[in-house]
């Protein structure tokens, strides 16, 4: 058991509840006097009462957005499990500060404010603006022959995450899409959703960055090497000690978001693989907070579904994608709003003098 991250997790979630169940009759009760066949919008009208009950029933518009991207390295790169070096993590982190990624374009587009948070870049940034500094370390040790991180490195990231939660709600933020860049963390969230779901390492690894069939062969090795090292001895593992054996900073740090974004009651967006391996090993922590998730998207990794499917949550969209940086989930934004605002604007048969259906 790691006590010192327990600790900090318990501390987190102390006063952490589902999603009020009274608040989400009264949101489908009001969706069924809308101008419209009951149930004709389909998904818009499960996200409008997901979030009537998040945030039991303050959902004031516009939205006050934020995207949150979280950047380490990983030790686990050493084995050659990406098509890109370990430096592209450093020099991504660097196009994000100068607006030139996607996740910027979309973030601009949709009006949502983007922070870009160093947990464990392999790289010193010295004082560079625009850059949130809490790295832990310089990227994770290999995990393929010890733990990513110890226990105090692990309840310091999952803190990071915290605390960015904590200065989202004091900047009034209400919703919040969450993503990533961390070079080798597609072998890390594969190693993950394997000791969560049971999955084989065959179905729970993907391609990540576009590897060739070759060295997606010795992905797929490694990841269930890291297995055997970790878990062959534990069927069911601790939460805490998946993350600490086989996660990455960032992973941390987004556990840490998630948990304490649901215990102030924020509308969460998930991104793709690597942020919803965060989010399912919260929701192993709290399980209560399942209920503040959405799920923007489901990317290209096999391991995405499986553990969409763990979580039981359904993509907002399927676009194909498996870019990472938080993308998809600021592309679900306007999905979003557009529920919420059917919800507070559209008129009731009574309000509109519309004759409702016979039963």
């Not at 601009?108 to 370390?137: R, S, Y």
């Amino acid at each position: 058991m790691n006590s010192l991250s327990k600790q900090q997790v318990d501390q987190i979630i102390q006063d952490l509840t589902p999603p009020n169940e009274h608040w989400q009759q009264k949101a489908r009760a009001h969706l069924d006097t809308l101008t419209k066949p009951l149930g004709s919008l389909g998904r818009l009208e499960d996200i409008a009462a997901q979030i009537v009950a998040i945030r039991q029933g303050e959902i004031t518009e516009p939205l006050n957005k934020g995207v949150y991207v979280f950047a380490s390295d990983h030790g686990i790169t050493a084995e050659g499990v990406s098509a890109y070096p370990r430096e592209v993590t450093y020099q991504m982190v660097l196009n994000f500060l100068r607006q030139g990624a996607a996740v910027n374009v979309l973030a601009n587009l949709h009006q949502a404010e983007l922070h870009v948070i160093d947990v464990g870049v392999d790289a010193d940034f010295q004082d560079i603006p625009g850059l949130l500094h809490h790295k832990v370390a310089n990227g994770t040790c290999n995990m393929l022959h010890e733990p990513a991180m110890s226990d105090e490195h692990l309840a310091q990231a999952i803190e990071v995450g915290a605390k960015i939660a904590a200065n989202a709600v004091a900047s009034g933020k209400t919703i919040i899409a969450i993503g990533e860049m961390g070079i080798g963390n597609t072998t890390s969230a594969s190693a993950i959703t394997c000791a969560l779901t049971g999955a084989s390492p065959s179905l729970a690894t993907g391609r990540g960055t576009g590897v060739s069939p070759e060295a997606f062969t010795h992905k797929v090795s490694i990841v269930e090497a890291v297995g055997l090292k970790h878990f062959s001895g534990a069927p069911n593992p601790l939460p805490l000690d998946v993350l600490r054996c086989v996660g990455g900073f960032e992973i941390a740090a987004m556990a840490g978001m998630v948990l304490a974004a649901a215990n102030h009651k924020l509308i969460i967006i998930i991104d793709g693989f690597i942020s919803t391996a965060a989010a399912a090993l919260a929701v192993s922590l709290a399980p209560a907070t399942q209920g503040y998730l959405i799920a923007g998207h489901q990317s290209e990794e096999p391991g995405h579904k499986l553990l969409l499917d763990h979580l039981n949550l359904k993509p907002v969209l399927t676009l194909n994608m498996r870019l990472g940086e938080g993308s998809g989930a600021v592309l679900a934004m306007p999905v979003v709003e557009a529920a919420i605002a059917i919800y507070n604007q559209m008129a009731t048969f009574t309000s509109a003098g519309v004759s409702e259906a016979s039963s």
